[in-house]
């Protein structure tokens, strides 16, 4: 099977973010032009994230969680348990679409994903993410180095969202922020995840995979 085709998925729990990110960078710095892509599941330990273009002044009042200014785009959001967030480290040379190609179909995956739980969904052109009702519900940030993705998406299940209230997410003072759990009554966090996951593989094109429960974990 080509490259292009294969997707390994990795299901990593609950993990910090610091050496999560590094691990990202190391694999983009390190990847070779046959390395299969991979898709990381997760979920974060509460942190802030600011892109590398962030302003100080969308963090208002972190408290007892920390800020860790990264190399993605985009300005500053929350991650904590509860949230699922899904990193893409994909080739996008050897799959031959661009930045504004991934971004349309990571949300079009959510909106699809919302679709199947009754409720509609929308992404937005003027502030990248997708929207339930005008508050936001995944947000998006990407960095490309030698035409290969990593960071990704994040997606608000049952977490708590108070966080958001320290910050002005993703650069927007007042915007509204929302987790699927409000939308639908009962929901299992790996049955949403499992759902996302053959909607992102299926929707960028990937049509053999492996699973695996860590980094380290490989076929070799």
Same mark, same amino acid.
């Given at each position: 099977?080509?490259?292009?085709?294969?997707?390994?998925?990795? +299901?990593?729990?609950?993990?910090?973010?610091?050496?999560?990110?590094?691990?990202? =960078?190391?694999?983009?710095?390190?990847?070779?032009?046959?390395? &299969?892509?991979?898709?990381? !599941?997760?979920?974060?330990? @509460?942190?802030? $994230? =600011?892109?590398?273009?962030?302003?100080?002044?969308?963090?208002?009042?972190?408290?007892?969680?920390? &800020?860790? @200014?990264?190399?993605?785009?985009? =300005? &500053?959001?929350?991650?904590?348990?509860?949230?699922?967030?899904?990193?893409?480290?994909?080739?996008?040379?050897?799959?031959?679409?661009?930045? /504004?190609?991934?971004?349309?179909?990571?949300?079009?995956?959510?909106?699809?994903?919302? =679709?199947?739980?009754?409720?509609?969904?929308?992404?937005?052109?003027?502030?990248?993410?997708?929207?339930?009702?005008?508050?936001?519900?995944?947000?998006?940030?990407?960095?490309?180095? /030698?035409?290969?993705?990593?960071?990704? !998406?994040?997606?608000?299940?049952?977490?708590?969202?108070? @966080?958001?209230?320290?910050?002005? @997410?993703?650069?927007?003072?007042?915007?509204?922020?929302?987790?699927?759990?409000?939308?639908? +009554?009962?929901?299992?966090?790996? $049955?949403?995840?499992? $759902? *996302?996951?053959?909607? %992102?593989?299926?929707? %960028?094109?990937?049509?053999?995979?492996?699973?695996?429960?860590? *980094?380290?974990?490989?076929? &070799?």
């Amino acid at each position: 099977m080509e490259h292009a085709e294969q997707i390994i998925i990795r +299901d990593l729990g609950v993990v910090e973010y610091l050496p999560t990110w590094e691990a990202m =960078q190391t694999f983009t710095a390190d990847r070779q032009p046959e390395t &299969v892509d991979e898709i990381w !599941l997760l979920e974060h330990e @509460p942190v802030f $994230t =600011q892109g590398h273009a962030g302003k100080e002044e969308h963090v208002l009042a972190a408290g007892d969680i920390p &800020v860790i @200014p990264v190399d993605r785009g985009g =300005q &500053v959001t929350y991650h904590g348990p509860g949230q699922l967030v899904v990193y893409l480290l994909l080739n996008l040379r050897r799959k031959k679409f661009g930045v /504004r190609e991934l971004v349309a179909r990571m949300e079009q995956s959510i909106v699809e994903l919302l =679709q199947q739980y009754g409720v509609e969904a929308y992404a937005r052109d003027d502030a990248p993410g997708v929207y339930v009702d005008g508050a936001k519900i995944c947000s998006l940030g990407l960095r490309v180095r /030698r035409g290969c993705s990593f960071h990704g !998406l994040a997606f608000n299940l049952d977490m708590d969202l108070e @966080p958001f209230s320290r910050i002005n @997410p993703c650069g927007y003072s007042g915007m509204a922020v929302t987790r699927l759990i409000n939308l639908v +009554d009962n929901i299992d966090r790996d $049955t949403v995840k499992e $759902t *996302l996951k053959e909607i %992102l593989v299926k929707r %960028l094109g990937y049509t053999g995979q492996r699973r695996y429960n860590s *980094l380290e974990e490989t076929d &070799v």
